[in-house]
């Protein structure tokens, strides 16, 4: 399984920015459960941004990014993206895309948890 994001950059304060993580698997069948962004800023500890729950449920956001960022995923393209506006100096973090993931095997089926390798978002002053 592999989790790929992209999108991150540069920014000032103000400006939106959108972030994308593709999901990908060697097994035949797979299907994703809740995705979710999070993100880890210098010398803090990795924090919840945003969760598109099983099934399509409503999303959750940490209140520190409520209305101003959105998560959406387009289950076709098993991809996740994190609309960011506004954004702030202190949204500068590593952002990951983490996913619940079943792999249907001729054994039966493993439900992984699976992270992706970050992207760097940095917004200046």
């Known amino acids: 399984v592999q989790l790929v994001e992209s999108g991150g950059g540069l920014v000032e304060a103000g400006d939106s920015l959108s972030l994308s993580c593709e999901a990908s698997?060697?097994?035949?069948?797979?299907?994703?459960?809740?995705m979710g962004w999070y993100r880890q800023a210098p010398g803090k500890q990795r924090e919840l941004v945003a969760t598109?729950?099983?099934?399509?449920?409503?999303?959750s956001y940490a209140d520190s990014v409520k209305g101003r960022f959105t998560i959406a995923r387009d289950n076709a393209k098993n991809t996740l993206y994190l609309h960011m506006n506004s954004l702030k100096p202190e949204d500068t973090a590593v952002y990951y895309c983490?996913?619940?993931?079943?792999?249907?095997?001729?054994?039966?089926?493993?439900?992984?948890?699976?992270w992706g390798q970050g992207t760097q978002v940095v917004v200046s002053s």
């Open positions: 598109s729950p099983k099934g399509g449920g409503d999303p």
């Open positions: 698997a060697s097994a035949d069948t797979f299907w994703i459960n809740a």
């Open positions: 983490n996913a619940e993931i079943v792999i249907a095997q001729s054994i039966g089926t493993i439900l992984g948890d699976y």
